[in-house]
């Protein structure tokens, strides 16, 4: 009789918002130069964006992004880091492109964008999702 505990696979998400699958035109700048890094996001939540890189950029860079929240005239103006850079090697990249984290936001545009990104959908996942192991195992001692 086998009596190993039988494990639940528990899924780990570690994002405070949900991304939404929408292209749109932005202007994503270097905070040292002022040189444009960016003029396409890919993804976008009210606290960061997946945007093509037009040049290469190292994680950690400080940049400013401008972007026309969709659906809406209102104008979105972030401050935020380069979190992560995506190189295009995997399949399901969609090339080269950079995760922004937004730093700083405006209270009234980040409420519209968030409104208007509700009913958009997320974008298909391109992995598998992570394994949250601890919560498994903490799921099986009880």
Same mark, same amino acid.
């Given at each position: 009789?086998? !009596? %190993?505990?039988?494990? &639940?696979? /528990?899924?780990?998400?570690?994002?405070?918002?949900?991304?939404?699958? $929408?292209?749109? #035109?932005?202007? +994503? +700048?270097?905070?040292? &130069?002022?040189?444009?890094?960016?003029?396409?996001?890919? &993804?976008?939540? =009210?606290?960061?964006?997946?945007?093509?890189?037009?040049?290469?950029? /190292?994680?950690? #860079? #400080?940049?400013?992004?401008?972007?026309? %929240?969709?659906?809406? @005239?209102? @104008?979105?103006?972030?401050?935020?880091?380069?979190?992560?850079? $995506?190189? *295009?090697?995997?399949?399901? &990249?969609?090339?080269?492109?950079? *995760?922004?984290?937004?730093?700083?936001? #405006?209270? !009234?545009?980040?409420?519209?964008?968030?409104?208007?990104?509700?009913?958009?959908?997320?974008?298909?996942?391109?992995? =598998?999702?992570?394994?949250?192991?601890?919560?498994?195992?903490?799921?099986?001692?009880?």
């Amino acid at each position: 009789m086998n !009596t %190993a505990p039988s494990f &639940d696979t /528990l899924r780990c998400s570690q994002r405070r918002s949900v991304r939404r699958a $929408v292209r749109l #035109e932005c202007e +994503v +700048v270097r905070e040292r &130069d002022f040189k444009r890094i960016s003029r396409q996001a890919v &993804d976008v939540s =009210p606290d960061g964006m997946l945007a093509v890189a037009d040049i290469p950029v /190292l994680t950690g #860079e #400080e940049v400013v992004v401008s972007f026309r %929240a969709p659906r809406s @005239w209102v @104008w979105f103006d972030a401050c935020g880091t380069v979190a992560r850079v $995506v190189h *295009g090697r995997r399949p399901g &990249d969609t090339g080269r492109c950079l *995760g922004i984290q937004f730093d700083s936001t #405006e209270a !009234t545009p980040r409420a519209i964008l968030q409104r208007n990104l509700a009913t958009i959908p997320p974008p298909l996942p391109s992995r =598998p999702t992570r394994l949250d192991y601890v919560a498994m195992v903490a799921k099986a001692m009880r």
